[in-house]
């Protein structure tokens, strides 16, 4: 079986690191935590939002890595001393990333009520026509 790829199709010229951005969104894994929505507020702007119950903004880290937006959470083991007679609340840490398109830029990060709103903007490329002089060889 052959596998294709975007070099494969000669009329789709530079579209290589889109290729590289779609097997890295699929090695990232299908992990279900936390949970979160993406949702989007206009026209060119999106939101994340995950569930972190029990984390506090330092359990937090937002980066932005190669086009990637990596959000972990890290929480501070504090157990000592207490016994539980049942722990269904899970103070693990985790990792979630989210490929970010060329123009995508992170804005601001907010903390309401157990949530982690991550607010995303897409700037609009300008149109532009170039005009390509021939020249004698």
């Not at 309401?112 to 390509?132: C, F, K, M, Y």
Request: glycine share 10%; aromatic share 6%; charged share 30%.
């Amino acid at each position: 079986m052959t596998k294709l790829t975007l070099g494969s199709y000669p009329h789709m010229l530079g579209f290589e690191q889109l290729e590289r951005a779609l097997e890295r969104t699929a090695k990232s894994g299908n992990e279900g935590y936390p949970p979160y929505n993406i949702e989007q507020t206009s026209e060119c702007s999106y939101r994340i939002t995950l569930a972190v119950a029990g984390f506090s903004e330092g359990d937090l880290a937002i980066t932005v890595e190669d086009r990637q937006l990596v959000i972990r959470g890290k929480q501070d083991d504090d157990d000592e001393g207490r016994i539980f007679l049942h722990r269904g609340i899970a103070a693990r840490q985790f990792q979630r990333s989210f490929v970010l398109a060329e123009g995508v830029e992170v804005g601001d990060a907010i903390m309401e009520n157990g949530l982690l709103h991550v607010d995303l903007e897409r700037s609009r490329p300008e149109a532009v026509v170039q005009t390509i002089q021939i020249r004698k060889g």
